[in-house]
């Protein structure tokens, strides 16, 4: 069956970074897109970034352009995301979720990974 696991998320101060990893297991990985997500405290879900099935392309929310990189390693089966220069506004659960053809439809999502920014 599918599955998709997170980790790395944590506690860092603004402007310290993080790195997030995605294991993916039970379909092709190197055959869909993938996505990072998030959901901050009382708010609904927010797209972070998008990559292409074979790393050609990657898109990102206005709100994380410059800030944060999407790639993935199709040999590992595992989708990133490094995040610099982090805020206090980026303090939410992040999820990894497989796309379906179509692009911004996902049929499957991860756990999720917290990440807090305080001081």
């Known amino acids: 069956q599918v599955q998709l696991v997170e980790s790395g998320g944590g506690l860092v101060q603004p402007g310290g970074s993080l790195r997030l990893s995605c294991a993916a297991s039970g379909f092709t990985f190197s055959s869909y897109y993938m996505s990072w997500v998030r959901q901050a405290p009382g708010k609904g879900l927010e797209w972070v970034s998008s990559?292409?099935?074979?790393?050609?392309?990657?898109y990102y929310a206005d709100s994380v352009k410059g800030r944060f990189t999407i790639s993935r390693d199709n040999a590992k089966n595992t989708l990133y995301l490094q995040m610099n220069s982090l805020k206090f506004e980026d303090t939410a659960v992040y999820y990894c979720?497989?796309?379906?053809?179509?692009?911004?439809?996902?049929?499957?999502w991860g756990q999720g990974t917290q990440v807090t920014v305080s001081s």
């Open positions: 979720a497989k796309g379906v053809p179509g692009w911004g439809t996902y049929d499957y």
């Open positions: 990559i292409y099935s074979d790393d050609s392309m990657a």
